[in-house]
């Protein structure tokens, strides 16, 4: 992890006077916290602690509870926490009973699970890449997928009198949403930040934006000579009298920072006069914004932290408020509470008219025939005319696809179930928190579970099984690949582990084998594709030779004959194995005026292309690898995962939209 430019001490003539520690919670290392009445609720490392603030300088837990995934952001209303984990989704819990939390649900997010805002009956979940969706949590135990609403890259978001705000990363936007039709949300509005875009915060009629990283107008990620670079940290503000077109008011700035990778995340609350502002290595600052259109700081903390060792240590993950204290998340530290006397407030809630959400409009589409299996579909294998349905929440599926379509059977899971294959009599379950399940399936073509790989707290996101089946690859947690010796189902275990710098978004590893002993795995953005020798030693291992390539969080790679297809800046390219060329050297094929983007899965001379974060698959003629043609675009409202031909039909796993059935091929 690097860090470029430090700021060092900060002076008090320009940033107030430093704050002062009271107390540590003593909790360990913390990511959000927020406060209702007398009760604070924090969270980190999965677990969830309550303490009584009846003395705000002097929290004393009251009760925790565990196993909640890669907690993230935390709201509570109605004696119901509602807490994003990232790639495990959002868990529900009820804190009627300060001393003995109790979990109500697990719901199955669209993807990382990072924001969480909530107006009336509604949860808004900031999902990163795919935007917002919006879940109907009037009952808690059972939350129901409303809608998506795809505003990029979304970190967090808030909602008032059916309008959503949402901070929006990479594209440094406050992006604008009417959601007073839940299940019809429509961007209204963007606004340019000056910063990448995370935290938001409504007060009055101003709109409270938290930035960070660089300034707009940067060379890149690597130009530390740039003014622009570093330069994004800071709070911007705009009228939203007219949401539909927010109105720039001013900007203040936080010091310039030079994180190039770490914990990337800012925050923003605004209470009375003052808004607190977490910008995570940079510390948090309290500004004077009772004058909108001339914000000035007032005071500051920032953490320690080693730039060499430990330097998670000076991380401000979130905060939150109560009389002349503050609460600060520490992301590597602690939950530390701050003497702020005559700043800090509780958060006086304002006025609120939140959407109804209308009943359900069935529009069937044509083109599909539609398998609702009751939780998020991703992904499908075959065997004859019976499909294999990783269900999310609602399991494994065994489905009927003709002479009609019907459910034979259903298999709870463990975790979530996200991706199926299968293998000869052999089929690989990944589950979410539940790990790598292993199943038989028996002459009548029921399953029974024969093993599991497990790797708590971590959750199991994609699992390929090429022939000959002694090994298994899993997608772990956030960036980590485990080969996994299947031989002994019952017994699996690791065989080789292996991470790089970057992120495994989803469906990075190929499915196959490239000359029947060479798996390949790619990490988002900074590493490219590495490769691995499966059978050509005792053990498998990483080879020396890897691709450098900044693979896009929604591309991916598929083997096709002796080599690589992979998605590369809306073409594709093909690699053998052996490729040492540079990038800029090897040729790519493009489709004119249509852009591929998605993971890619290969059917004879057709190559499907699924983009789960726009609704998106195309279908491509490869007939002539190096001539491309279009055959068919297809929008959907659901997130297509990798597409699948079975006997000539076309099944898409469609997240919450279902499974998706060519018409004409299934009844």
């Given at each position: ?135 109907d949590v009037s009952d808690p135990r059972r939350p129901v997928h409303l809608s998506t609403v795809r505003t990029g890259e979304a970190q967090s978001c808030i909602a008032r009198d059916g309008i959503l705000y949402v901070g929006v990363w990479g594209s440094r936007e406050l992006v604008i949403c009417d959601v007073k039709n839940p299940r019809k949300p429509v961007i209204i509005a963007r606004a340019p930040l ?399 005026r249509h852009g591929l983007s998605g993971k890619p899965s290969i059917h004879g001379d057709r190559l499907y292309v699924a983009n789960r974060i726009w609704g998106k698959v195309s279908i491509v003629d490869i007939s002539t690898q190096t001539a491309p043609k279009l055959l068919r675009a297809i929008q959907l409202d659901g997130n297509p995962g990798i597409v699948h031909e079975h006997n000539g039909t076309l ?17």
């Open positions: 992890m690097a860090l470029g430019q430090e700021t060092g001490d900060l002076p008090e003539d320009r940033f107030g006077k430093q704050l002062a520690v009271v107390k540590d919670l003593r909790i360990g290392p913390c990511m959000d916290a927020t406060v209702v009445g007398d009760r604070l609720y924090a969270i980190g490392q999965g677990k969830l602690f309550v303490a009584d603030i009846s003395a705000p300088g002097e929290p004393k837990v009251l009760g925790r509870l565990s196993d909640l995934g890669n907690t993230r952001q935390i709201e509570v209303k109605d004696n119901v926490a509602y807490i994003t984990a990232r790639e495990d989704g959002m868990f529900i819990v009820d804190v009627s009973r300060p001393d003995a939390p109790r979990l109500l649900c697990h719901y199955d997010t669209i993807e990382l699970a990072t924001g969480i805002a909530l107006s009336g009956k509604l949860a808004f979940v900031a999902c990163r890449t795919y935007g917002v969706e919006l879940v000056d910063g990448y875009g995370d935290g938001v915060f409504v007060r009055g009629k101003y709109c409270y934006a938290a930035t960070g990283h660089h300034a707009r107008g940067v060379r890149g990620h690597h130009a530390k000579d740039d003014p622009a670079y570093g330069a994004g940290h800071g709070l911007d503000i705009f009228d939203v009298s007219d949401p539909s077109k927010p109105v720039f008011v001013s900007r203040i700035k936080m010091p310039r920072f030079t994180l190039t990778l770490s914990m990337d995340l800012w925050g923003v609350m605004v209470e009375g006069k003052y808004a607190f502002v977490a910008d995570t290595f940079n510390g948090m600052y309290v500004v004077d914004v009772s004058d909108p259109k001339k914000p000035f700081f007032v005071a500051y903390k920032r953490l320690n932290y080693d730039t060499k060792r430990n330097w998670r240590k000076g991380s401000v993950a979130g905060l939150a408020l109560a009389k002349d204290h503050i609460y600060m998340a520490g992301g590597g530290t602690d939950l530390h509470v701050l003497h702020a006397p005559g700043l800090a407030a509780p958060l006086t809630p304002e006025p609120d008219r939140p959407p109804t959400v209308p009943p359900p409009e069935p529009t069937p589409d044509p083109r599909f025939h539609t398998y609702d299996a009751g939780g998020q579909v991703y992904a499908v294998a075959c065997t004859g005319d019976v499909a294999l349905v990783a269900a999310g929440s609602a399991g494994l599926h065994e489905v009927r696809l003709r002479p009609k379509i019907e459910k034979l059977r259903e298999y709870k899971t463990v975790g979530f179930a996200v991706d199926v294959k299968l293998l000869g009599n052999r089929v690989f379950v990944a589950e979410g928190q539940g790990g790598l399940s292993i199943w038989e399936r028996k002459d009548d073509g029921s399953l029974t579970r024969v093993g599991c790989y497990h790797v708590p707290p971590y959750s199991a996101r994609q699992v390929v099984v090429p022939p000959p089946g002694k090994y298994a690859l899993v997608h772990v947690g956030g960036r980590t690949l485990h080969i996994v010796d299947v031989s002994d189902p019952a017994r699996p275990r690791l065989a080789l582990k292996d991470a790089q710098p970057g992120l495994m978004y989803g469906y990075n590893i190929a499915d196959g084998l490239l000359d029947e002993r060479y798996a390949c795995c790619g990490w988002c953005y900074l590493s490219g594709y590495f490769w691995y020798d499966l059978y050509g030693g005792p053990k498998p291992v990483r080879t020396d030779d890897h691709f450098t390539i900044s693979i896009s969080d929604k591309d991916g790679m598929a083997l096709l004959d002796d080599k690589a297809l992979v998605i590369y800046r809306g073409k594709y390219l093909l690699l053998s194995r052996q490729e040492t060329r540079p990038l800029a050297d090897l040729p790519t094929y493009a489709i004119p099944l898409i796993p469609a997240g919450y939209q279902g499974l998706l059935i060519e018409a004409g091929k299934a009844k």
